[in-house]
């Protein structure tokens, strides 16, 4: 996912909505070491942003231009996924702009300039379904309290919700099945975690987690994880309706997740598909690993000489921009930027065993892997 800083906002309505279609453009490619799996991809170059589909089977791909179409720009704040649904947040002259994409049926919709940045509201993140959208903040007016705001998209209301009080930080949210997650940091430095439900418009139970820092994902069962980040490192489930706890499993490891919503993770039966820190200093700050949450074992895939032997077939160097584990083709997809031409890139598919599969070219560089 991409993100930058939000900037406090407030309410102001002006939005206008539309709907396009434009043909996907034809990419002529010449994958190496392979043909790999199919793919979509979001990325750019030094002047727009695109989205690009790879059939594995023709060897081939499409791009659409999402600045000519959505009107995206290439310094968009944050770009949300939520099943087949991209939202991308961009700010200019003090108005927050939303542009949703339905990549399985190409449905587009804008909403430009339909949130105002002032004073009353300290905006800390935003995320949303194609109804409304939820914008976490501080306020009001200075304080630090932590409340949500419901805004809908297709009229002029809007509802606030307190949080809780005293609250010196919040991290990235998740939305899944019309509950909004939500963690944060209290006075003390204790770490909490609770939701908001869309649906009844009520705010759920507070877990407190004391002064352990937590980072949190949903897994493959539905149900929502907790990593404890701490020396004796856990991960703990729970119900993803109530934040009844289910069971915990200890880990051997520090996963070196950051606070809040992690969303590049995979928790598939007993095992973890996720992106490790490199100590450093190291060429790369992190590289695709697996981890068995029963036998304990790691496997760490050796992104160096994967990517030096790509490197070897493109003549240049290169630098990682965006990694994920998909879990319908078994892969790991590892975006990267050609380091003297910051406008090419591709994308490596490697096998959970560390091989190199495929190189797939491309003419900018990838920022976020469409979650199937």
């Known amino acids: 996912m991409k993100s930058k800083n939000w900037i406090g906002l407030a309410l102001i309505l002006g939005l206008a909505a539309c709907s396009s279609e434009f043909e996907p453009v034809e990419q002529p490619l010449t994958p190496t070491s392979g043909q790999g799996v199919d793919f ?4 750019e170059d030094l002047d727009k942003v695109y989205q690009f589909t790879y059939s594995a089977t023709v060897g081939n791909g499409s791009s659409i231009d999402l600045t000519e179409e959505l009107n995206v720009p290439s310094d968009y704040l944050t770009l949300r996924q939520k099943d087949d649904v991209l939202s991308f947040y961009s700010f200019e002259d003090g108005f927050f702009s939303l ?9 587009t919709t804008l909403y430009e300039d339909f949130y105002l940045n002032t004073l009353e509201r300290s905006i800390a993140w935003g995320i949303n379904d194609e109804d409304a959208v939820f914008f976490g903040y501080f306020g009001p007016n200075g ?3 932590l409340a949500l705001q419901d805004f809908e998209l297709q009229g002029s209301e809007s509802t606030d919700f307190t949080i809780d009080f005293n609250i010196t930080a919040t991290f990235t949210p998740l939305l899944f099945d019309g509950k909004v997650y939500i963690s944060f940091t209290d006075s003390m430095g204790n770490y909490k975690l609770t939701f908001y ?20 994902f949903i897994t493959d069962a539905g149900e929502l994880a907790v990593v404890k980040n701490q020396l004796d490192t856990s991960l703990d489930t729970y119900g993803a309706d109530d934040l009844l706890f289910i069971n915990s499993v200890p880990m051997d490891i520090n996963l070196g997740f950051s606070p809040g919503a992690v969303n590049d993770v995979i928790l598939a039966g007993d095992v973890l598909y996720f992106n490790v820190d490199y100590p450093q200093p190291s060429r790369f700050s992190e590289g695709p690993a697996v981890y068995n949450l029963s036998t304990k074992e790691i496997n760490i895939l050796d992104m160096f000489s994967i ?4 490197e ?8 990682i921009t965006t990694q994920v584990y998909d879990p319908l083709s078994n892969v790991f997809l590892i975006g990267y930027a050609i380091l003297d031409n910051e406008a090419q890139g591709g994308v490596i598919q490697a096998s959970v065993n560390g091989d190199l599969l495929a190189d797939v070219p491309l003419s900018f560089f990838p920022t976020y892997f469409v979650r199937n």
């Not at 542009?99 to 449905?107: E, P, R």
């Open 197 to 216: 439900d869309t649906e009844v418009m009520a705010v759920g139970p507070i877990l407190d987690f004391n002064t352990t820092p937590i980072s949190f």
């Open 40 to 43: 979509m991809v979001v990325g």
């Open 307 to 310: 990517v030096e032997e790509v």
């Open 143 to 145: 304080a630090r309290n």
């Open 99 to 107: 542009s949703l994409k339905n990549v399985n049926t190409g449905q």
């Open 312 to 319: 070897q077939e493109v003549g240049a160097n290169l630098t």
